[in-house]
């Protein structure tokens, strides 16, 4: 059964930074699209960063610049590397892989990912 499962969360101050994991089973990530997501109460989920099975990288312009995917396909592990973080950071991180075996995504919409994890916490303090 297909599985994701984040770690790293965390409270930092401003300009802090976290390292999130997502360590997957039952597949192997480098088959499909892998994406990184984050909700609050008030929003609907957002995309903030995808990497494709050809290792191609993509962010939301919010992120761009300050937080870096990343994997390690011998582990199954996906990454997110976020830096200078700001308060509006702030929000409960999931990763999920795209529906489509090997398919590109190059919008970062929700409902065209599944197997989503139970996600972590990320509180960023001014």
């Known amino acids: 059964q297909a599985q994701l499962v984040e770690s790293g969360g965390g409270s930092v101050q401003s300009g802090g930074s976290l390292r999130l994991s997502c360590a997957a089973s039952?597949?192997?990530?480098?088959?499909?699209?892998m994406g990184w997501f984050r909700q609050t109460p008030e929003n609907e989920r957002e995309g903030v960063a995808g990497?494709?099975?050809?290792?191609?990288?993509n962010y939301a312009d919010s992120v761009k610049g300050r937080f870096t995917i990343s994997r390690d396909m011998s582990k199954d592990t996906l990454y997110l590397e976020m830096s200078s973080l700001k308060p509006e950071d702030t929000a409960m991180y999931y990763c999920?892989?795209?529906?489509?075996?090997?398919?590109?995504?190059?919008?970062?919409?929700?409902?065209?990912?599944?197997?989503w994890g139970q996600g972590t916490q990320v509180t960023v303090s001014s």
């Open positions: 999920a892989r795209g529906y489509r075996r090997g398919f590109h995504y190059t919008l970062l919409r929700a409902q065209d990912f599944t197997s």
């Open positions: 039952g597949y192997t990530i480098s088959s499909y699209y």
């Open positions: 990497i494709g099975s050809d290792g191609n990288t």
